[in-house]
């Protein structure tokens, strides 16, 4: 029997264990693999008045419904991610785990301030002028086209849930139906989890790997240590994948992988929100909630109105089960223990809720926030392939904000690295450790 180990419950973890089951080599008669992960819950990252299993919005009668015995899965940013490009083939992916075609567009705003708050005239300037006292990027820094390059008509009808009266001064589009598509991504892990489960994976969940041993002149991994219920358990294993994401550096050092907390919210719509996902940049007039990162450096405690413009980005992905995912900037924070020890911000989620509420009634003002959460997103990767000399080690990590998407076809890659030797669907390249390391 060959011990195959995967440490880590997100969507890299659990899309290797369904890839490693598909290969044509695997056996469960030959072949056992264990998935750890550290986290029991999936509660952490998430405020105590928020919808513990937002998932289960999308479609409470699916088989994705969450598996008791799985808690923990997708407890980190696979479940806290807004879910853009996406593919289901297979798995009936539309009821199982939300799967879409969209829009992925780039609009360009103006909020519109609170009732009772007056910014004078400066609040009306055109989002064209450049009088504003600073930025504050959204999650994706790298795929947007600069201002003056977007288009200032042909904003389709069926967005109907942004004001384009008042608020929105250019669009353009990024994606389309025919190329795009999105998923709910805790839906989507889970999903990964379970039809790797039914194949003959076994999962553990509240297993805190602590250790990767090796054998003594370290040329062939031996086993894993980790905790479980407060007791020591020590895991034989010829192949061990460590997927465990911004927390993959504290079991390989040489892999740099930092991490950084990202904050969101879920808001239920008055109304069902088209198929759409907005990339904003969105000037605060003055007289609008400072934003805390900004208030945070003048050494505010409290977010106070604007005396100068400023342009944000936060992220909106319209949903099927009728909410919207809203993501804002990133913050540095220390990473705590598992996912279960993640502390939400609560002012972050505010300034989030303020921003996207001034430009959609449906999302301010008539819109009921469901969640306020956070995450850590792993930074500097991705990193893919065997880890130095040491045969069976393989790292799978690092994906910043584009896990959902690549994590299909990391875990493919992974199970051919196990059982073909190398990577046989694509080049690694940049992401080999062999090769930047």
């Keep these: 029997m060959q011990e195959i180990t995967i440490v880590g419950g997100g969507i890299i973890g659990c899309s290797t264990a369904y890839w490693l089951t598909r290969h044509p080599s695997y056996s469960p008669d030959t072949h056992r693999i264990t998935l750890l992960e550290a986290s029991s819950t999936n509660s952490g990252g998430r405020t105590q008045d928020s919808i513990q299993d937002p998932a289960t919005l999308a479609d409470p009668a699916t088989v994705s419904k969450k598996n008791p015995s799985h808690d923990g899965i997708a407890g980190g940013a696979s479940g806290k991610a807004g879910g853009l490009l996406a593919l289901a083939r297979e798995h009936d992916g539309e009821k199982r785990w939300g799967y879409r075609r969209c829009w992925a567009s780039q609009v360009d705003c103006i909020a519109r301030l609170p009732p009772g708050v007056d910014g004078g005239a400066s609040a009306h300037q055109s989002s064209a002028d450049t009088g504003h006292t600073g930025s504050s990027k959204g999650l994706h820094k790298d795929h947007k086209k600069a201002a003056a390059a977007l288009r200032k008509v ?28 999105q998923v709910h991504p805790e839906l989507f892990t889970r999903s990964m989890a379970q ?22 002149d370290e040329s062939q991994i031996e086993s894993v240590t980790y905790e479980k219920d407060g007791e020591e358990n020590t895991h034989p294993t010829s192949y061990c994948v460590v997927a465990a994401g911004p927390w993959t550096r ?4 040489e892999i740099p992988i930092s991490a950084s907390r990202a904050h969101s919210v ?4 008055s109304s069902p929100v088209s198929a759409y996902a907005l990339f904003t940049a969105i000037k605060l007039p003055v007289g609008f909630r400072t934003p805390v990162s900004k208030s945070a450096l003048s050494g505010a405690v409290e977010a106070k109105p604007l005396k100068g413009q400023q342009v944000v980005e936060p992220e909106i992905y319209a949903r099927p089960d009728g909410t919207a995912y809203a993501c804002g900037p990133t913050d540095d924070c220390p990473l705590p223990l598992t996912t279960a020890e993640v502390e939400v911000d609560v002012a972050r989620c505010e300034d989030i809720i303020a921003q996207v509420g001034g430009i959609s009634d449906e999302l301010g003002r008539d819109g009921e926030v469901l969640a306020r959460q956070a995450c850590f997103l792993p930074q500097g990767g991705p990193y893919i392939g065997q880890v130095g000399s040491t045969k069976g080690l393989v790292v799978a990590a690092g994906h910043t904000c584009w896990g959902i998407q690549n994590a299909p076809g ?19 390249g940049g992401c080999d ?5």
């Design 195 to 216: 039809l790797a489960e039914d194949a003959g994976v076994r999962i553990v969940t509240g297993a805190h790997v602590t250790a990767i041993n090796k054998s003594e």
């Design 433 to 437: 450790p062999a090769n930047v390391l």
């Design 266 to 269: 879920v808001i239920k719509s």
């Design 250 to 253: 504290r079991l390989l050092p």
């Design 154 to 181: 042909g904003v389709p009808d069926d967005l109907d849930w942004v004001d384009t009266v008042d608020s929105l001064r250019a669009y353009d589009n990024i994606g389309t139906p025919d190329n795009t598509a």
């Design 410 to 428: 990391t875990g493919k890659l992974v199970s051919e690295i196990i059982f073909d030797g190398k990577a046989k669907s694509a080049r690694l």
